[in-house]
């Protein structure tokens, strides 16, 4: 059965003479993996598929799908661009670098996400739009708080771990893996140390400027929890 769906690339690395193995975003595979022929070498042919698999371009993705295939490896038979590309540039293109990264990392081949691809595609909307830093980092946490959400982590900010409301005045040390602990009630004070404003306002999506500092520490916590112990590489890149 021939399958066709719309992509975006996440990663790409050389594979054998002149092919690429590519890890490709698509809204009912997921993350898939496919080498891609003829992409390297001294042909003018090869030259114009290599510029094709550049990030932030939406592609259209052809493969034949084997019954019983024991690989999660996909033998693409045709890409072709489409209309929409989004042109990020300096530190947008970074944190559209680091969105690709923490999706590889994250998913599982072949589990169908259609409305992480959305996602996907509304933070890059946003990346292109930003108009400064702090815009860009409250792109970044949205797409993080939303991914947790579809892959099943999601983070419970609207109530503490005894199912009391969160108080905008109150500061709380937030767990991963258990969910917000009133400050003045926590004897190990172990966890992130958050104020209920900044966890409300996450909740409610809402744009608040002084809680991005918190934001960026809460996620960067709780998704360690997941991504284990090697470095996120497009971190250094900001450096």
């Known amino acids: 059965m021939h399958i066709e769906q719309p992509a975006f690339v996440l990663h790409s690395r ?4 002149t092919s690429a193995l590519v890890t490709f975003l698509t809204p009912e595979y997921g993350k898939v993996n496919g080498v ?49 590309r989004f042109p990020l540039q300096a530190e947008a293109n970074i944190c559209g670098l680091y969105v690709n990264e923490i999706l590889y990392r994250l998913l599982f081949p072949q589990v169908a996400i259609e409305a992480l691809f959305e996602i996907y595609q509304q933070t890059l909307y946003q ?9 860009q980092a ?43 602990v009133l400050s003045s009630l926590d004897s190990q004070q172990k966890g992130v140390l958050i ?18 500092p918190q934001l960026k520490r809460l996620f960067r916590t709780v998704l360690a929890e997941y991504l284990g112990n090697k470095p996120i590489m497009t971190r250094e890149l900001f450096r």
């Open 36 to 84: 891609v022929r003829g992409v390297r070498g001294g042909r003018k042919s090869a030259s114009q598929k290599s510029a094709m698999l550049q990030p932030f371009q939406q592609l259209s993705l052809q493969w034949r799908e084997k019954p019983n295939n024991q690989s999660d490896l996909l033998s693409i038979q045709n890409i072709e661009m489409s209309s929409l």
């Open 138 to 180: 409250w792109s970044l946490r949205q797409f993080e708080f939303q991914l947790l959400s579809e892959l099943g982590h999601g983070l419970m900010c609207d109530e503490d771990i005894h199912q009391h409301p969160i108080l905008s005045e109150e500061s709380y040390y937030f767990y991963p893996q258990y969910g917000a």
């Open 14 to 17: 050389p594979y054998r003479e």
């Open 195 to 212: 104020q209920g404003e900044c966890l409300l306002a996450l909740t409610e999506m809402r744009y608040c400027e002084a809680c991005l």
């Open 127 to 135: 990346l292109l739009a930003a108009k400064q830093r702090n815009d």
